[in-house]
RNA sequence: CGGAGCGUGGCGCAGCUUGGUAGCGCAUUUGCUUUGGGAGCAAAGGGUCGCUGGUUCAAAUCCAGUCGCUCCGACCA
C-alpha cells in the first residue's frame, strides 16, 4: 500500500477524550475514531490489526476442531427468557421493540442462539461434540464505557461454544480450546498468562481468564514462582494452616473510649496496637440481606468470595443508615460482639486472640476480644483478598501480585443453558440426556488495546510483529529525487513479491514528518531509501522494538531483509520468553 | 445511577472571576525559500462560543434547564 493512497489520519495532538496510552496512540496513529461513547470505527490501518488478530485466532480455533459460523447480532427476547436472562441480564443487555411491537435485544453474547441452533439440529450423541465460533460485533450497554477500546459498548469479539455428551468430553474441548488460547496469544506476540477465575454472571463449573501483564490493567492477578498457579486475586484461594499451638490466654474484654476514630488506622494509633490486631467489621447486603464480615485490620475483604458465600446475585456494601439500625451505631464502631446477623469470619482471625473491636456503641471499642469466648460467629471462611504475605494456595511457594488486562475468559458451562433450554440427545441406551457445554471468548478489539498498552514507548506504538497492519514500512525520503524515488519503487515491488506487507511513505512530506509518523504507527520494520544512503548503496534499517539501526546493502537486498527481519522477530521471541 | 469535571474554527487551548470588537498554537489554501527527526517568511480562508430559555440597552461570559463527552465507584471480552 501506498500511504499517500491512505486514509491515515495521524494526530499530532492527542485528543483531550483519551486518558489511557492505548486510546491516545490509536488516535493519534489513525487507527480508530470515536462515533459516540464506547463505540469506535476503525479506520483502514485498524482494521488491518483486527484482521491480523483473526487471522491468528482462525487458524488455531481451526487446529482445535472448532467450527467457524455466523449469527445474527439482533436476538430474540424469547430465547432469554427460556434461558432465564432476560430478567437476570440487567440493563447491560440493550432492548428494544419492532414495528410488530415484538421483543428484541442486542446480542452481548451468544449461548441462547447457539443452544437453539444446536438443540435444533442434533439428536444422538454421535453427533457430538460439535464445537463452533464466530467473530463478530458484540453490544453490551456498559455502565461506563472507558479507555478506548479496552471497554467499549460495541466490541469484536471471538465466541466459541462446545457441546458434549459427557463431562470427559466437555472437559476435552475446554483444554483443547484453553491450549489454542495459550497459542492464539503466543502468536500474537504478548506476555500473558491464564488464571483461575471466578464465573461471575456466565456461571459455570470453572473457568480460566487470559491476562495480558500491562500496568493498565484493571485486574489484579496473583501467581507463584515456584509453581504454575496462577489466579485472579478475585477468586484466589488463601492457604490457612491452623496453627495448632494453644491461642494465648486472653484477658477479660473491657471497653474503651475512642473518640472520633472510625478507621482502623486511628484505632490501632490511639489504642497503640498494630492494625493486625484489630478485627475490621464490615456490613454487606447481600441481596438484600444484611451480614457482617470479619476480616483483619490489615486485610480486604473479597466481596466476590463472599458473593459466593451467600449465594447472592449481588453484594454491597451496606449504607450508613443500615449499619446504624443494625449496628446501633455509625459507621466505624462495628464489631462482632453481640450483633445478631450472620458473621462471617476470615479463616486468618482463628488462629489469634485478644483483638480490638468495635463496640457497636459510637466512639467505643473492645480491648482483649476473644472471638471465640465473646461472640458467636456463624462461619470461619476464606473471604479475604490474597496479599504478597500469603503463601500460594498450591505449593506454599511466594506469590506475586501483577495487574492484566483480561482478553480473553474460558468457562465450562456444564448443564446451565442445556438444561434451562432442553438442548438433549440420546446416549448409546437410547436415554434422553443434556448436553454439557463450555463458552470461550476473546476480546478481539481489546487485544489490540492490550497490545498497545503493553507494547509502546515515547514515540508511539511498537507493534508485536503478528499484530503490525503491515510488516515492513518503508519511508521514500525525497520522492521528487528520481534516484531515491527509484529505488524506492523498486525496493517497494521486490519486497511485496517476497510476500512482505509493505507500506511505502511516498508522501510528499519533509523527512521530519515521515519519521515520526514511522515510530508513532509502530510497524516493526523500517526501511529509509534516501540519498545519505544510497550514496554508499545501501539503505537503513530500524528495528522499531530496540530501536537498533543498521544498513542493509541494496545489491542484494532481499536476503539481507529476510536475515534482518528474522532477527528483529527473535528480539520478540526472546521478550516474550 | 452516585460523585467530580469539561463543551469556544478540523485538533490542542486562552478568554468567563469583574457582561461591551471572539483570540493563540497546530492543521488547511496560495506564493517564494527550504528539504535526513513534526521547516521559514508572506498572505488568505474557516467559529450561530453544545442546545433551549431567562436576566440585561448588551451574554462565550451571569442564572435555569437540557444534551453530549471524560474521569472516580458497582459491570465485563
Redesign the pocket.
Known sequence: MRFSQCYIP???????????VS?KLLL?AGMVR?L????YTYLPLGLRVLDKISRVIREEMATAGYQELLMPMVQPADLWKESGRWEHY?K?LLRFRDRNDREYCLG??HEEVITDLVRGEVRSYRQLPVRLYQIQT?F?D????????????E???K?GYSFDATAEGAEKSYWECHAAYKRIFQRLGLRFRPVE?DS???GGNFSH??MVLAEAG??TIAFCHDCEYAANVERAEIRHQALGTPRDACPPAECVPTPGAHTVEDVSAMLGVPASSVVKTLIFLADGKPVAVLVRGDREVN??KL?NLCHAQ???MADAATVIALTHAPVGFAGPVGLDIPVYADNELMDGTDYVAGANKADSHWKHVDLYRDTRVTSWVDVRMITTEDACPRCGGRLELTHGI????V?MLGRKYSDAMHATFLDENGKEQTMIMGCY???????AAAAIEQNHDE??IVFPPAIAPFDCLLLN??P?NEA?NGKAEEIYRCLQSTGVEVLLDDRE????????????LGIPL?L????????KGVV?C?DRRSGT?GELSVDNLTQAFAAWSAKVQDGWDAQQA
Open positions: 495521524t494526530l499530532k495532538e492527542t485528543p483531550a477524550e483519551a486518558e489511557v486510546h493519534r470515536k459516540t461513547s464506547g463505540m440487567g447491560e452481548p453474547t458484540k453490551r456498559e455502565i461506563r464505557p472507558r479507555f478506548g477500546l479496552m471497554r467499549g459498548r466490541f469484536v469479539m465466541d477465575a461471575g454472571s456466565i481468564e487470559f484493571e485486574d466481596d466476590v458473593k449481588d453484594v454491597q483480561e482478553v480473553g475468559h468457562f471468548g476473546i476480546g478481539v478489539s481489546r487485544v514515540h508511539g525520503l525525497d521528487r531515491v512530506e519533509r523527512p521530519g514528518v515521515k519519521f515520526k509518523d514511522a515510530d508513532l523500517q529509509v531509501v534516501g540519498g545519505k544512503g544510497l550514496a537503513e530500524k539501526k
